[in-house]
Every structure is written in structure tokens, then in C-alpha cells.
């Protein structure tokens, strides 16, 4: 079991920049995947960007070169730095957290979210 927890959001303007947290209940080297992901009214939550707990960062194409995702291990949190924000990226941001557990039977994930932070970027 793996609880998340975000903080982080708010109202910012068009080309402004912020930084999200998620504080983990156990250590991320024990999680595979953490990510962010966000879900907009009416759309399906995206994936925003996830890291390995080897390093390997991947990110959507609407958010490269803006946004970093990165991971504070001492600390159990993961952050996502948003910068040059524009309204297209307002949307509910929730933590993600993978955990692929390996049997003889075969593998298991197991996936955990937090309750979201809303960001809300205006023109």
C-alpha cells in the first residue's frame, strides 16, 4: 500500500510557472514507476510524465521542454516543475505511483493515486 499526496496547485497565469509535490508513505526506491498524470473537464486523464526509479524520464509531447519531473528520494516526494503554463494545461494533476511485484506465477502491478491538486492556468 502505497499513499500519495499532492500539493502544489493553484491559479497562475498564462507563462507562469509552478512546482507540484508528491509526498510518498514509503520510500520511492521501492516504487518502479511514479508519475503525474492530469485530467481536464470533459477529457480523459494523460499521462503528464513518469520517471523509473532508475532515472529514465519519459514525458507527453504537449508538455516537453516545460515540464521536469523529478524525485527527492531523502525526502519520499516527487515533483513536477510546469513552466510557460498556457490555460490548454488547467487540468486536476494526480501522482502516480507503479509497483510490479515478480512471482514464479508471473508479475503483478500495483497502482496507487493520490487525490489530485487543481491547477488552473488563466489567459
Known amino acids: 500500500q502505497v499513499h500519495l499526496v499532492e500539493s502544489g496547485g493553484g491559479l497562475v497565469q498564462a507563462g507562469g510557472s509552478l512546482r507540484l509535490s508528491c509526498v510518498a508513505s514509503r520510500s520511492i526506491f521501492s516504487i518502479d514507476v511514479v508519475g503525474w498524470y492530469r485530467q481536464a473537464p470533459g477529457k480523459q486523464r494523460e499521462l503528464v510524465a513518469s520517471?523509473?526509479?532508475?532515472?529514465?524520464?519519459t514525458y507527453a509531447d504537449s508538455v516537453k521542454g516545460r515540464f521536469t519531473i523529478s524525485g527527492d528520494y531523502a525526502k519520499n516526494t516527487v515533483y513536477l516543475e510546469a513552466s510557460d503554463l498556457t490555460p490548454e494545461d488547467t487540468a486536476v494533476y494526480y501522482c502516480?505511483?507503479?509497483?510490479?511485484?515478480?512471482?514464479?506465477?508471473?508479475?503483478?502491478?500495483?497502482?496507487?493515486w493520490g487525490q489530485g491538486t487543481q491547477v488552473t492556468v488563466s489567459s
Open positions: 520517471m523509473t526509479n532508475g532515472g529514465r524520464a
Open positions: 502516480n505511483a507503479q509497483i510490479v511485484v515478480v512471482t514464479i506465477e508471473g508479475s503483478n502491478k500495483l497502482e496507487y
